[in-house]
């Protein structure tokens, strides 16, 4: 799953990601691209489910982008004493663009 933040602006901002007011780190499952406008999540599960919203900071300010919202369903396929097994969907709502500074 990737979100993209379309963010512009002179000076050049840079970007930042932030889920639920707190900002992301970078794990063995979420990247950011180098320029920091998309992050991607591999292998999506229940707890990255949250409000994810870019920040664009340059010298003349911050912006921060409407909220993209992650919600992460998953339902036991087989449960057993020792084992389990599920199945996970993920649905979002988002537009990430704005434009920062001028």
């Given at each position: 799953m990737t979100l993209s933040c379309n963010a512009t602006g002179n000076p050049e901002p840079t970007i930042s990601w932030n889920r639920d007011g707190s900002p992301v780190d970078t794990s063995g499952r979420i990247n950011f691209s180098d320029d920091k406008k998309?992050?991607?999540?591999?292998?999506?599960?229940?707890?990255?489910?949250?409000?994810?919203?870019?920040?664009?900071s340059n010298s003349?300010?911050?912006?921060?982008?409407?909220?993209a919202t992650l919600?992460?369903?998953?339902?036991?396929?087989i449960k057993t004493e020792n084992l389990s097994?599920?199945?996970?969907?993920?649905?979002?709502?988002?537009?990430?663009?704005f434009f920062a500074g001028s």
């Open positions: 998309q992050l991607t999540i591999t292998n999506v599960s229940r707890t990255d489910s949250g409000e994810y919203r870019c920040v664009a003349l300010g911050n912006a921060t982008s409407n909220a919600d992460v369903q998953c339902k036991y396929l097994y599920f199945s996970c969907k993920q649905s979002f709502v988002f537009l990430l663009s």
